[in-house]
């Protein structure tokens, strides 16, 4: 015999009470009561064949309820009901949306979630993919998957963060039920569920620059050199040069130390940054050891074109732009012509600008 | 990354070859873990596990002994021996090389290697078995001198297939100047039966491995003994 629904309500009630986006059944001496404020139910006294009646009435209250009851990790949790703005929507606002798909973008990837005969499924793809048809990406179903769809960019080079914003596109995770969804993106983006779950609970344990550094140890134990009580402005310099939302979808929350703030913003990204990676801290070992050189004066010749020339190649590189820098716009101070012609008129046989030696001490 | 296990109790596993400096002080350091390495009450290769509380989660933690000093990874070296030479008895006539990364810093990452090499050399499957290393010695550079047999297999134990596997090991033993060019055919004297295998970075690839393996080119050194280098043993290949 099958279980109707108004008994599964019943059982629910009897057990734990349900209290579930709008929908609040319990269970006391004189039978059942259900309100359902935003659509104007307030009854008392119920049977479970009342029960049933109020199931058929309602039922997108009661499938929302079932849904959001299934076990599940609380972070998951909390990330599915991101997903479709279960804290922004009424239940039948969010059923309506569904139906047609909602969408949100997790860094660099879109999670859609929609209702499939009357139940959830989820598909993932590069936000960039969002208006190709389903049949022009490399669709998968198994989480497992992203864990190497990830490990290369378009470019098939590797990324050494799976946060920077270079997730390759052409691919979608389709058929997803809850788990599985939560279970892909942590592939892609891994902890980033946690931690941003941490943040919404206002328990996010951040470790500040000064922090991670002086857990350093063996070849990065040097880092922790770099800070010599004379300011900050070293550590803005590196939050601008790998934490910039350009360079990763996190959004920085780990500052110089707990009471010192960076100048520098820590960008919009959906999820915290809880510490300097691994990657921050190698690059961080290479400057503390640049850091370390003195500075000299040095005089070049140059044209003010030549030197606003320096700097456009400098932004070009720095802002990964050289690439797309068309052989034939030569108005571009980065162009690979115009780069060259500057080598062979300002740089010597030794590699010297402007044929001034660069005179090291060491 | 423990904060994304759903579990309240969890194994982990370090994926290294030798119990050291990364075992005993980053992996716990970096996973909150208050960890003293006499926990372990190892002797350089028997660490099993200990168990401990994070102290940023309230979870059960089994802080493991590296993968390479597990009992098992003694048969992986055999496989590994077995598949790229694509004799499933391969023992008689050869040699066998166990090559670490080796330290002077740390006496546990030969321990791992001499390890297996002595559990290998009590089967009295293979000819001769020794260890080599290619930061201490006895050194990989030498190989050929610590052999007798013709034929030697060389298996790499380290945990990925990389620079010291791809790069300076060959070029080390004198397979090749430069491993981008390969290894040449071989002349000279004796049986050669050399063999170069690269490990594919995905599963199953014993049976590809054994496949690629059959035409690979042989190689072999200009003098003394004929070397095969053989890419490093696969966790999911051997258990």
């Not at chain 1, 279970?183 to 569920?193: G, L």
Request: with cysteine; proline share 4%.
């Amino acid at each position: 015999m099958t279980t109707t629904r108004g008994e599964t309500l019943a059982a629910a009630a009897r057990s734990e009470g349900i209290d579930c986006d709008g929908l609040r059944v319990e269970a006391d001496d004189d039978g059942f009561s259900v309100t359902i404020e935003e659509a104007g139910v307030d009854e008392s006294g119920l049977t479970v064949a009342d029960l049933d009646r109020l199931a058929d009435d309602y039922p997108e209250y009661v499938s929302n309820w079932a849904y959001w009851t299934q076990d599940r990790g609380d972070a998951d949790r909390a990330f599915l009901r991101w997903a479709e703005r279960a804290d922004e929507l009424s239940v039948p606002e969010r059923y309506d949306r569904l139906r047609d798909g909602m969408a949100r973008t997790w860094g660099e990837v879109r999670v859609t979630p929609r209702l499939v005969d009357g139940e959830r499924v989820y598909e993932l793809r590069h936000e960039e993919d969002i208006d190709r048809d389903r049949d022009e990406l490399d669709t998968h179903e198994d989480p497992l998957d992203a864990r190497s769809l990830v490990k290369t960019d378009d470019d098939g080079r590797y990324r050494p963060l799976k946060t920077a914003p270079s997730l390759p596109h052409g691919w979608a995770f389709v058929d997803l039920d809850g788990r599985a969804c939560a279970e892909t993106v942590e592939y892609v983006y891994p902890a980033t569920i946690a931690n941003w779950y941490l943040e919404r609970q206002g328990d996010l344990d951040v470790d500040h620059w000064r922090d991670a550094v002086a857990r350093q140890s063996g070849i990065y134990g040097v880092v922790k050199t770099w800070d010599r009580g004379e300011g900050y402005e070293h550590v803005n310099w590196v939050a601008e040069a790998c934490c910039d939302d350009s360079q990763c979808v996190k959004r920085r929350e780990w500052e110089y130390d707990d009471e010192t703030t960076l100048d520098v913003d820590g960008g919009d990204g959906v999820f915290p940054c809880r510490e300097p990676c691994s990657l921050v801290i190698a690059a961080a070992r290479k400057w503390t050891r640049l850091a370390g050189e003195e500075e000299q004066t040095y005089e070049f010749t140059l044209t003010p074109s030549e030197k606003e020339q320096v700097e456009e190649i400098l932004d070009a590189v720095a802002d990964g732009r050289a690439d797309e820098i068309r052989e034939a716009d030569v108005s571009d101070g980065a162009n690979r012509y115009r780069a060259r012609f500057l080598r062979a008129k300002r740089v010597d046989e030794d590699g010297n600008l402007a044929g001034v030696a660069t005179d090291r001490d060491d | 990354m423990l904060r994304t296990v759903d579990s309240e109790e969890a194994y982990v596993v370090p994926l290294f070859i030798s119990e050291g400096y990364f075992t005993e002080q980053v992996i716990p350091r970096e996973l909150r873990l208050d960890f003293e390495v006499e926990q372990w009450d190892s002797d350089g290769t028997s660490a099993d596990y200990t168990t401990l509380t994070p102290a940023d989660l309230d979870k059960t933690v089994h802080y493991c002994g590296p993968v390479g000093t597990h009992d098992a990874m003694t048969d992986v070296i055999v496989r590994r021996a077995e598949s790229v030479t694509g004799d499933s008895d391969v023992g008689d006539g050869f040699g066998l090389a166990v090559v670490g990364h080796g330290t002077k810093r740390n006496e546990n990452s030969a321990k791992a290697i001499r390890y297996h090499t002595e559990r290998i050399r009590e089967r009295d499957r293979f000819d001769e078995v020794q260890n080599l290393y290619m930061d201490e010695d006895p050194e990989v550079d030498d190989v050929t001198d610590f052999f007798e047999s013709d034929d030697v297999v060389v298996v790499p134990l380290f945990v990925a297939d990389g620079y010291h596997t791809q790069e300076d090991i060959p070029e080390d033993m004198g397979l090749t100047d430069d491993y981008r060019t390969g290894w040449e055919t071989p002349t000279g004297r004796g049986r050669r039966r050399g063999r170069r295998a690269r490990p594919r970075g995905d599963a199953s690839c014993e049976r590809r491995l054994a496949a690629r393996t059959r035409h690979v080119a042989e190689t072999a050194t200009p003098k003394g003994p004929t070397v095969g280098a053989h890419a490093r043993p696969r966790l999911n290949g051997g258990f």
